[in-house]
């Protein structure tokens, strides 16, 4: 076995998990539907991926829905369990893509399960209300008790929405709020701004701009598709704002071997920051924010320092600019810690930082002097779901309980550790192992290898997803232990050797 060099300690790993993700002992679970059996032992497969069922499915899938490029397989999720994903066809996959990162316990997990079927939590379920104006009886509490103890230092309050991209949607338009209050400096709205905005004119929409990096993906719908740079795929053909884009550190891994080089293109990076921003201000044309994520996720998990943020914190401050870090994939406690950001060591902490995903509601934290000067203008119908509440209640409870931020730490390493090894043994296929926790990402070398290095893992039991032009990205859920980590590594072992 490849990885038996790395995990000599797999029993002790595996003794503390508790028994609904293994065979050796179920906990009760007479009140809950059988979907909340235990985890599985192994992958198995009974046809390719996808198989005869699935395809069938999409055909018929096609009739109603002809966007269907992007559909892999079609899911049992009552038959899915904990790390594992079982498709249409019966075929048991480790899984490493976990609903694109969104699966913080997996699936099935007994207290989602639980929180969801309990009968008080049923009528918030039931009457999905209108956030912004008719606020359900207990919900202040729950933002209390729930959502700020998980809240970036220095970030006093937080707004609720409905997705990643309509996160950052929001919160950029909440700067720009911010900014154009901030310029205006206290004097009152005049009678040309209210027109001129009713006709998309200067002074009522004035000349802003909002800086992004190169690489970056903050969501799809047209405001946030200004600021994408990651895939032609997403923007080809919907107009864009000029809008400046810096460009993003490329660095050299392993990262403590290329100190040196790695601080020289950070600097880089920061000085055309600089430049961008006076460059546009020169013109006109402010920037009024910037929105950076901690790793560049859909880019091809392009990582920069601590160093690097610092002095983005920095140039914001020095420029008067509000600076946003986008953790809708990277928050929930994959790297490690609740949001990568907490890693940072900022004196001055991030203006907002956005989620989603893994923490089941979307939204953003903020700073008090974001805050909107009137009602209306942050606002949608549902502003966010009581339900997902609900969701994330219980999976940092599960969090808390069963240690899961040190168990990503340890599962991180040995994935890690295993990845080197790999590319190491198989350099014509493997680079560029990196990672912070268990997000973590491998390069191949080109996008037909990595393509098909993804369609032969799911023929082996493990299903993973692809970023950037090249990257296998790695995003299971936070109960993967070390025992699956060496399932994970032993399928790509057998993958590279087959291409010798």
Same mark, same amino acid.
């Given at each position: 076995?490849?990885?038996?060099?790395?995990? $000599?300690?797999?029993?002790?790993?595996?003794?503390?998990?508790?028994?609904?993700?293994?065979?050796?002992?179920?906990?009760?679970?007479?009140?809950?539907?059988?979907?909340?059996?235990?985890?599985?032992?192994?992958?198995?497969?009974?046809?390719?991926?996808?198989?005869? $069922?699935?395809?069938?499915?999409?055909?018929?899938?096609? $009739?109603?829905?002809?966007?269907?490029?992007?559909?892999?397989?079609?899911?049992?999720?009552?038959?899915?369990?904990?790390?594992?994903?079982?498709?249409?066809?019966?075929?048991?996959?480790?899984?490493?893509?976990?609903?694109?990162?969104?699966? %913080?316990?997996?699936?099935?997990?007994?207290?989602?399960?639980?929180?969801?079927?309990?009968?008080?939590?049923?009528?918030?379920? =039931?009457?999905?209300?209108?956030?912004?104006?008719?606020?359900?009886?207990?919900?202040?509490?729950?933002?209390?008790?729930?959502?700020?103890?998980?809240?970036? $230092?220095?970030?006093?309050?937080?707004?609720?929405?409905?997705?990643?991209?309509? *996160?950052?949607?929001?919160?950029?338009?909440?700067?720009?709020?911010?900014?154009?209050?901030?310029?205006?400096?206290?004097?009152?709205?005049?009678?040309?701004?209210?027109?001129?905005?009713?006709?998309?004119?200067?002074?009522? *929409?004035?000349?802003?701009? !909002?800086?992004? !990096?190169?690489?970056?993906?903050?969501?799809?719908?047209?405001?946030?598709?200004?600021?994408?740079?990651?895939?032609?795929?997403?923007?080809?053909? &919907?107009?864009?704002?000029?809008?400046?884009?810096? %460009?993003?550190?490329?660095?050299?891994?392993?990262?403590? @071997?290329?100190?040196?080089?790695?601080? =020289?293109?950070?600097?880089?990076?920061?000085?055309?920051? #600089?430049?961008?921003?006076?460059?546009?201000?020169?013109?006109?044309?402010?920037?009024?924010?910037?929105?950076?994520?901690?790793?560049?996720?859909?880019?091809?998990?392009?990582?920069?320092? %601590?160093?690097?943020?610092?002095?983005?914190?920095?140039?914001?401050?020095?420029?008067? &600019?509000?600076?946003?870090?986008?953790?809708?994939?990277?928050?929930?406690?994959?790297?490690?810690?609740?949001?990568?950001?907490?890693?940072?060591?900022?004196?001055?902490?991030?203006?907002?930082?956005?989620?989603?995903?893994?923490?089941?509601?979307?939204?953003?934290?903020?700073?008090?002097?974001?805050?909107?000067? @009137?009602?209306?203008?942050?606002?949608?119908?549902?502003?966010?779901?009581?339900?997902?509440?609900?969701?994330?209640?219980?999976?940092?409870?599960?969090?808390? #309980?069963?240690?899961?931020?040190?168990?990503?730490?340890?599962?991180?390493?040995?994935?890690?550790?295993?990845?080197?090894?790999?590319?190491?043994?198989?350099?014509?296929?493997?680079?560029?192992?990196?990672?912070?926790?268990?997000?973590?990402?491998?390069?191949? &070398?080109?996008?037909?290898?990595?393509?098909?290095? *993804?369609?032969?893992?799911?023929?082996?039991?493990?299903?993973?997803?692809?970023?950037?032009?090249?990257?296998?990205?790695?995003?299971?859920?936070?109960? !993967?232990?070390?025992?699956?980590?060496?399932?994970?590594?032993?399928?790509?072992?057998?993958?590279?050797?087959? @291409?010798?």
């Amino acid at each position: 076995m490849f990885t038996s060099k790395i995990l $000599k300690n797999t029993a002790n790993h595996f003794k503390n998990v508790p028994a609904y993700l293994h065979n050796t002992g179920p906990r009760s679970l007479t009140a809950l539907p059988k979907l909340m059996g235990q985890e599985y032992d192994a992958p198995s497969m009974k046809t390719n991926c996808p198989g005869p $069922k699935s395809k069938e499915l999409l055909t018929r899938y096609e $009739k109603t829905n002809r966007n269907i490029g992007h559909v892999q397989f079609f899911v049992d999720l009552e038959a899915s369990r904990g790390n594992y994903v079982v498709d249409v066809d019966g075929n048991r996959m480790l899984d490493l893509f976990t609903q694109i990162s969104s699966l %913080p316990l997996g699936y099935n997990h007994p207290a989602i399960l639980e929180a969801m079927q309990d009968p008080s939590n049923l009528v918030t379920i =039931a009457n999905r209300p209108a956030l912004g104006v008719h606020l359900p009886n207990g919900y202040t509490e729950k933002l209390e008790e729930i959502m700020m103890p998980i809240a970036p $230092k220095g970030l006093d309050y937080v707004q609720t929405m409905m997705c990643g991209s309509c *996160s950052n949607e929001n919160a950029v338009k909440q700067v720009f709020l911010w900014y154009r209050r901030t310029k205006r400096g206290g004097a009152e709205v005049t009678q040309e701004e209210m027109d001129t905005c009713m006709v998309n004119e200067a002074p009522g *929409s004035p000349q802003y701009t !909002f800086m992004s !990096f190169n690489g970056s993906f903050h969501g799809r719908t047209v405001g946030c598709l200004s600021l994408t740079h990651s895939k032609m795929i997403h923007k080809l053909d &919907v107009p864009a704002m000029d809008w400046p884009m810096a %460009p993003f550190p490329s660095l050299k891994y392993p990262l403590d @071997m290329h100190t040196a080089e790695n601080r =020289a293109e950070e600097d880089r990076c920061l000085a055309e920051v #600089q430049r961008l921003i006076d460059e546009y201000g020169e013109k006109g044309r402010d920037v009024a924010g910037m929105i950076v994520e901690p790793i560049q996720a859909e880019g091809g998990d392009n990582h920069a320092t %601590p160093y690097f943020f610092q002095g983005l914190r920095n140039i914001c401050t020095q420029n008067g &600019v509000g600076m946003i870090v986008d953790e809708v994939q990277t928050g929930g406690g994959c790297t490690g810690t609740i949001f990568a950001c907490d890693q940072w060591g900022l004196d001055n902490p991030p203006d907002l930082v956005t989620f989603s995903k893994k923490l089941a509601m979307a939204g953003y934290f903020y700073k008090k002097e974001f805050t909107p000067d @009137m009602g209306y203008r942050v606002f949608n119908t549902w502003m966010g779901e009581p339900s997902k509440m609900i969701l994330l209640e219980a999976i940092l409870k599960t969090i808390t #309980q069963e240690n899961l931020l040190e168990n990503v730490k340890v599962t991180g390493k040995v994935i890690l550790d295993g990845l080197n090894e790999l590319q190491d043994a198989y350099p014509h296929v493997f680079s560029k192992a990196r990672g912070n926790g268990t997000f973590i990402a491998l390069d191949c &070398v080109d996008n037909q290898k990595a393509t098909l290095i *993804s369609s032969l893992l799911k023929n082996e039991g493990v299903n993973l997803g692809l970023c950037g032009s090249r990257t296998l990205r790695f995003r299971p859920a936070l109960i !993967f232990k070390p025992f699956h980590a060496e399932i994970l590594l032993d399928a790509l072992d057998k993958v590279a050797k087959d @291409m010798n």
